[in-house]
């Protein structure tokens, strides 16, 4: 009876167990119980094989955690069945008869043990008995020691199970969320103008339907703001598409600094931008579009300097005129009013 050879696809297999180490249980401190009784003996471990040492899963009569293979009994005497090993006065034996577990404490004298074994054959650990004193285990013990062998490796192979089966749930989980995440992404990427990071177009005429659905409900107001930038096309085409883009980022970052939490601010297309604000008064309204104004206007822009025409409209839930598609067009007409009125100011529908 040679010491097994522990190699890689044992050390493997004890791995996905996922036990090595592990707290203390109940159900396999039952086993080691069960199997001094059961032999009459005082000591009995449920061990396992890790790398160069034996670890307790469990221990019943003993203190001791871990063992190197050196040093362990049984590591020497675990066949490759399931048939029990035994050793009646591990003194007379030359195998164990220098152990420290012999000469020293605990002073075993008979030993007896049964290997757990992976579903290919492996031996990843043993269930085994100890005592001071020399002793032979009868028939009937033997059978019920390896009957608990069994019981102690389907614990660890159903354990084995459960995780698995816990890291695929975990697997499942963290794919499900990653998935909403992307959902989620793509969602924003669809309402969202990649430019300026703002609402997009399809965005707009949903908040602001919504927005006017809303102040329905309410009997409330609600305005709009139309932005456009003054002689844009001159400035995209003596200083490049590049400085253009930069430009309408700045724009944003101003507008969306100026506007309410409340507020919806969207890119509607070009150099056109828009503001919804929900329950504004058209005094409101004006101080916005007057903010905005003033802030482009101060602006030290890269090339030259900038301005903005606004629009503005607001309206009572009930006006003849309160959709979305008339409050933008009121707004539309306002704008080009100030464009006519010389640029750089804000006209109220």
């Not at 828009?274 to 482009?296: D, I, M, N, Q, Y």
Request: with cysteine.
């Amino acid at each position: 009876m040679s010491k097994p050879e522990h190699d890689t696809a044992t050390l493997e297999a004890l791995r996905i167990l996922g036990i090595v180490d592990s707290v203390p249980e109940q159900a396999f401190d039952d086993l080691a119980l069960i199997a001094a009784t059961v032999c009459d003996t005082s000591m009995a471990v449920v061990s396992l094989i890790s790398g160069d040492r034996h670890w307790f899963k469990s221990h019943y009569g003993m203190t001791l955690e871990q063992l190197s293979q050196d040093a362990t009994l049984c590591a020497r005497f675990s066949p490759g069945s399931e048939t029990t090993a035994e050793v009646a006065d591990a003194t007379a034996d030359g195998r164990f008869a220098h152990s420290p577990l012999v000469i020293g404490e605990p002073r075993i004298r008979f030993c007896a043990g049964v290997p757990l074994l992976t579903n290919s054959g492996r031996v990843f650990g043993t269930l085994c008995v100890f005592d001071q004193a020399s002793r032979v285990l009868s028939d009937r013990q033997r059978t019920a020691l390896e009957a608990l062998a069994r019981q102690a490796a389907a614990k660890l192979k159903l354990r084995s199970m459960h995780q698995a089966l816990q890291q695929a749930l975990e697997a499942a989980h963290n794919y499900q969320a990653e998935l909403r995440r992307l959902n989620k992404q793509l969602q924003a990427q669809a309402i969202t103008d990649p430019l300026t990071g703002l609402y997009n177009r399809l965005a707009l005429a949903q908040q602001l339907n919504q927005a006017v659905a809303q102040a329905e409900r309410a009997g409330g107001m609600l305005s709009l703001l139309l932005i456009d930038v003054d002689q844009f096309k001159s400035y995209n085409d003596t200083f490049g598409h590049l400085a253009g883009d930069e430009a309408l980022r700045r724009l944003a970052e101003i507008i969306r600094e100026a506007a309410r939490e409340a507020d919806v601010v969207a890119r509607y297309g070009g150099e056109e931008f828009v503001v919804v604000l929900p329950t504004a008064s058209v005094t409101g309204a004006l101080a916005l579009a007057e903010r905005v104004r003033g802030e482009v206007e101060k602006t030290q822009w890269s090339q030259r300097r900038l301005t903005i025409s606004v629009g503005v409209v607001t309206r009572q839930a009930g006006h003849p005129r309160f959709s979305a598609q008339q409050l933008f067009e009121d707004a539309d007409q306002a704008m080009y009013r100030a464009k006519g009125a010389g640029r750089n100011c804000v006209a109220v529908a």
